[in-house]
């Protein structure tokens, strides 16, 4: 429970700075922080508590963008629940498959975000101009993914009580001597 | 029963997750057509957020500001002398005005009009920008609260910012005109070739105009018309950098450089007015209060 609101406050803090951000520099250069907070709680909490969180941090993002509300939301509950499924295969704690995995991401969230608009709102949300903005904003998230990450596991660390930090030792069965 | 319940436990709330987004959707795409003012929880987030977002974006604007000042003062002492020129050739000039109107019963004719037409504005912090980068809007430090509604225009002494969509008591969100759901019915000022400003997504907007003749070329400016009922007349727009022949034979797009700095936004004025169409289009938030009441409060 208390990593689950740790890591509801980090990513709802990282909304904050992404949205201050952004006033001072050009969108395209801000990382996307909620939605690599939501791939940190794939990560890092069991499945129902971090579709959950997820959920509730992508409800919080909807407050602070044009989209429609629930967007956001949506998204992000899927983000979480695609990482789960792409953590099985891939060791997504290490920098590189993280790395490509927030790209990939990047790309899926943008069609799935012209997707809903398009469907819900009727009016489409991309063109050529602003695929440009979409390469600059993958390079910027694949390249920020494990910084959020590791972010998120101090956070993780901090809110754990001190006996579930401690690393269990496994002792191997004594073997018969002949 | 209850073990398969527990098992399944993560399908049915992605599920009930799916669902609930979906109706939120649906519910606030109505709300928007509606009344885009925001209650509950989502205010309450809101109303917490700006305080918090202003203050995490002085140290920011302190630095941003301290630095420009810097490279400002390299250039002050010769800007100042030529200002103060400047001004002592416009007071003259200015005096000479006002006593030839003031001579010919004009000044309080003029006094008058401005009595009638002048809009009240409520000048307002930006305090954060969208934070996906697909779609275009701000968040405002000033709210019903501060009799601003949706539907309302917001400006700058440079032009037209966007319009508020959505507000809480202390907080607005404004889409701008960069958003691509954001049209303006826009007159080119030099021969009044009218088209509609459209957003791009981009820090670009595009005006699409009919063609008669060579009406629309690079360098023109681009205003309000007042048509549309939503922005008042005469509010600048941009610069046309480029007119690209369309694929139709009626209609061309000129590409238009925004008035407004939209990328150094930070003081903005929301217009106390809301024009007809969008006092048709949001209901049910009460008459605006009188103009002499608005200027009253703090």
């Known amino acids: 429970m208390r990593p689950a609101l740790g890591l509801l406050a980090f990513g709802i803090a990282a909304l904050v700075v992404q949205s201050v951000a952004a006033v001072h520099l050009p969108a395209a250069l801000v990382p996307n922080l909620s939605l690599l907070v939501a791939v940190t709680l794939g990560l890092h909490l069991e499945a129902a508590g971090g579709l959950v969180v997820a959920g509730a941090l992508g409800y919080a993002a909807d407050l602070f963008s044009g989209s429609l509300l629930g967007q956001h939301a949506l998204l992000r509950a899927l983000t979480c629940a695609g990482t789960r499924l792409a953590n099985r295969g891939l060791d997504l704690r290490r920098f590189l498959p993280l790395a490509v995995f927030a790209a990939l991401l990047t790309l899926s969230e943008a069609a799935a975000v012209g997707g809903l608009t398009q469907l819900f709102a009727g009016r489409a949300v991309f063109d050529r101009a602003l695929a440009a903005v979409l390469g600059q904003q993958v390079l910027v998230n694949a390249l920020a993914a494990p910084l959020v990450c590791a972010a998120a596991s101090r956070v993780v660390r901090w809110t754990l009580p001190e006996e579930s930090t401690r690393r269990s030792v496994r002792l191997a069965p004594r073997r018969p001597v002949i | 029963m209850r073990e398969l319940l527990i098992r399944l436990r993560v399908p049915i709330l992605l599920a009930a997750i799916v669902f609930a987004t979906g109706v939120s959707m649906l519910s606030d795409r109505r ?41 400002g003062l390299v250039e002050l002492h010769d800007e100042n002398e030529r200002l103060a020129r400047r001004i002592a050739e416009l007071e003259e000039e200015n005096l000479q005005y006002r006593e030839a109107l003031v001579e010919s019963g004009h000044l309080q004719r003029i006094v008058e009009m401005r009595g009638e037409f002048e809009t009240p504005m409520r000048p307002a912090q930006v305090v954060g920008q969208d934070v996906s980068p697909w779609f275009r809007s701000v968040l405002l430090d000033r709210g019903r609260s501060r009799d601003v509604r949706s539907g309302m225009p917001v400006v700058t002494d440079r032009g037209v910012v966007g319009l508020v969509t959505a507000t809480t008591a202390h907080a607005a969100r404004a889409m701008l005109l960069l958003d691509r759901e954001s049209a303006i019915d826009a007159v080119v000022q030099r021969s009044r070739a009218r088209g509609i400003v459209r957003g791009t997504g981009t820090q670009e907007l595009e005006f699409v105009f009919v063609v008669r003749g060579d009406d629309v070329r690079e360098g023109d400016e681009v205003i309000t018309s007042g048509v549309g009922g939503v922005y008042p007349k005469g509010l600048r727009v941009g610069t046309v950098r480029a007119v690209e022949a369309g694929e139709e034979l009626l209609l061309h797009t000129a590409r238009v450089e925004p008035a407004v700095d939209f990328g150094r936004l930070e003081q903005v004025f929301v217009m106390l007015r809301r024009g007809p169409t969008m006092d048709l289009l949001y209901s049910g938030d009460g008459d605006l209060p009188a103009v002499a009441s608005v200027e009253e409060s703090p």
């Open chain 2, 31 to 71: 709300a928007q057509r509606e009344d885009g003012e925001r209650g509950g929880w989502s205010a309450l987030l809101l109303e917490i957020a700006v305080p918090v977002q202003k203050t995490l974006e002085l140290p920011l604007s302190v630095a941003r500001h301290g630095f420009s000042r810097y490279v």
